[in-house]
């Protein structure tokens, strides 16, 4: 029996003429989504220090949440009486759910992994769970979410052991099959499945070729943000964004830092999550078009200005304007020791990704992002950008100044 087609379509609007940057809208059961996207992370059906009413405002329309997390707490049942998480936590955008595969990294003392499953323990009890393909997909459809993952078998991209790693490519290959089989509602959800490979450039050529086969409607690339160099993880997606088809978003998973945002988005990614903004702001920090700054410092303790004078979220806004008219002085005030300073810094942090790839996507439709490029790593780096941008970047056809110091960086993982 034919397949139903996807619960999605994908316009693609522009290409930058040097790299290979989109432009393109995905209209999803919960209303359209601007391309590039960087979404927010709500793990547990609640994004850290945001409501979602802020979440709405901020012109967020696709968040995250997390199906291995969800399948513990609240479970199954409660969702399926709710109507699904959308209901659970009164969300009217966008859902997309992981599948639960990163928990095999994450969580690996707690975690093993056969041809049938991954068996967990629970971290909130000790009870032991399998999470099967059929069964992720069974919570996914429970959660309702409007993208779905695949499960796949996550090897951390800094493993050493090559057939483990060709192992996991494979056995994900097998699982998207068995995902496929078990997906019950695909006029309403999209399933997407996931590259693996690890670093090694030959199995990631492999596995796009077999996931390319299975026709999901989306692609995304996995695996990475392991704590791999920033240029190994560049040539990965660079690979697999080359060899994917162009009619189908493309998401890169895990990544939030925003050099790393602009930079996948040239080498033709358009959908990527992080939990760092989120995560940082509860360490005092702020993103700013010139770096991050920390609140926690004295030196902040007699600023009276805004976070950012460009910004428009509603922290940075003045009250004449409509906004709270927050200043650094009062930031540095709670930072640390109340909850309302961590959650002032999500407002901003997360506003501030949102509006970057709102400038990105604006940059691509008026054919102007590799002067976009040069103007906002100048910006940010003032002393030169670091050397894996400047590679991947010149990989593209964008020529930006490098620094002195050329570290490799690398990149971390993260989850909520």
């Keep these: 029996m034919p397949r139903p087609p996807p619960a999605l379509t994908f316009t693609l609007h522009a290409r930058c003429s040097t790299t290979r940057a989109r432009a393109s809208t995905l209209l999803l059961p919960h209303g359209p989504v601007q391309l590039p996207i960087f979404m927010p992370v709500a793990t547990q059906a609640s994004l850290k220090g945001l409501t979602y009413a802020q979440l709405r405002d901020a012109g967020c329309r696709l968040c995250l949440n997390n199906t291995y997390h969800l399948g513990l707490k609240p479970g199954k049942e409660v969702l399926d009486a709710v109507g699904g998480a959308h209901r659970l936590q009164g969300w009217g955008g966008n859902l997309l759910t992981d599948s639960g595969g990163f928990q095999m990294v994450s969580l690996l003392k707690l975690a093993k992994v056969t041809e049938e499953g991954v068996r967990f323990l629970s971290p909130h009890d000790g009870e032991p769970m399998l999470l099967t393909p059929e069964h992720s997909i069974a919570l996914q459809n429970s959660i309702g979410s409007d993208i779905m993952m695949q499960l796949d078998d996550v090897i951390a991209t800094t493993s050493p052991d090559l057939e483990r790693m ?7 290959v097998r699982w998207l099959d068995r995902c496929i089989a078990a997906h019950r509602r695909p006029e309403n959800q999209n399933l997407f499945c996931i590259i693996q490979g690890g670093l090694d450039l030959e199995l990631r050529r492999e596995c796009v070729e077999e996931m390319v086969k299975r026709d999901t409607p989306g692609i995304a690339i996995g695996g990475l943000s392991g704590g791999e160099a920033k240029d190994a993880f560049c040539r990965v997606v ?4 080359g060899l994917l088809p162009e009619g189908k978003p493309r998401y890169v998973m895990g990544v939030g830092y925003p050099e790393d945002l602009v930079v996948a988005v040239a080498l033709g990614a358009d959908m ?22 920390n609140l926690r410092n004295a030196a902040f303790a007699t600023d009276f200005g805004p976070i950012d004078t460009e910004c428009r979220c509603e922290v940075c806004r003045p ?12 930031l540095h005030h709670l930072a640390g020791k109340e909850t309302a300073g961590a959650h002032l810094l999500t407002v901003h942090n997360v506003s501030y990704l949102l509006a970057l790839m709102g400038r990105v996507r604006e940059a691509i439709l008026e054919d102007r992002f590799p002067e976009f490029l040069k103007g906002w790593f100048e910006r940010r780096f003032p002393d030169g950008a670091p050397g894996w941008a400047v590679e991947a970047l010149a990989g593209v056809g964008v020529s930006i100044r490098g620094g002195e110091e050329e570290g490799k960086g690398d990149v971390e993982m993260a989850e909520g």
């Design 238 to 241: 660079k690979e697999c964004t």
């Design 166 to 172: 060709r192992e996991a490519m494979h056995r994900s």
């Design 319 to 330: 009250v004449s304007e409509g906004g709270l008219g927050i200043t650094r002085a009062y």
């Design 272 to 293: 990527f999550d992080c939990v760092w903004p989120t995560r940082t702001a509860r360490f005092g920090n702020a993103v700013v078009p010139t770096g991050t700054l």
